[in-house]
């Protein structure tokens, strides 16, 4: 397999969070051109951060895309903003053009470098072996008898009936 084909080294979490970044930056650059074209740049930022957090990988926000249709997605991302100048009519003289287009050009770089595989499934984890059981002290049993009585007269008679256990229980201990 050659490494064109079975993708980069970039995760694909870096490479939302790249886009992400992207996005940020065509929604800054808005700021520097002509009103003519800050459509454009608005839309390929929402492109942008729609794609990044619709897929699956970490840094996505809600589980749609898979990593396969990421790839495809990024493909058809970087044809739809090298043609904008065509669709949208801006043309080729607008500022924002080639915010876009360089956008276009890094969305391919990445899609090239980006591993999409899903990470193998990490194996079970063997489950801890018990821990043996510990013979209950002779403390331990008298007190959990005494605390079932003393409940158990709680249960059936009320307060004063528990009063008159409690003190029992004490007068037995001495």
């Known amino acids: ?36 074209s800050a459509p454009l740049c608005a839309g390929a930022a929402a492109m942008l951060a729609l794609l990044a957090g619709l897929s699956g990988g970490r840094a996505g926000v809600v589980r749609i895309v898979g990593p396969r249709l990421h790839r495809v997605l990024d493909y058809v991302a970087a044809a739809a903003l090298a043609t904008s100048p ?12 080639w915010v876009v287009e360089s956008l276009a050009v890094v969305v391919v770089w990445l899609a090239r470098a980006t591993s999409y595989r899903r990470r193998p499934p990490e194996p079970p984890q063997p489950p801890a072996p018990p821990e043996p059981r510990r013979a ?39």
């Open 136 to 174: 209950a002290t002779p403390t331990v049993a008298a007190t959990a008898r005494t605390a079932g009585r003393l409940a158990g007269v709680v249960g059936r008679k009320g307060p004063r009936a528990a009063g008159v256990a409690v003190g029992r229980i004490k007068k037995r201990k001495r």
């Open 86 to 97: 065509w669709w949208s009519g801006v043309g080729w003289g607008g500022g924002g053009v």
């Open 1 to 36: 397999m050659t490494k064109e084909r079975s993708g980069g080294d970039v995760p694909l979490g870096v490479h939302q969070v790249i886009e992400y970044l992207m996005a940020g930056f065509a929604l800054v650059s808005i700021a520097r051109i002509e009103p003519k």
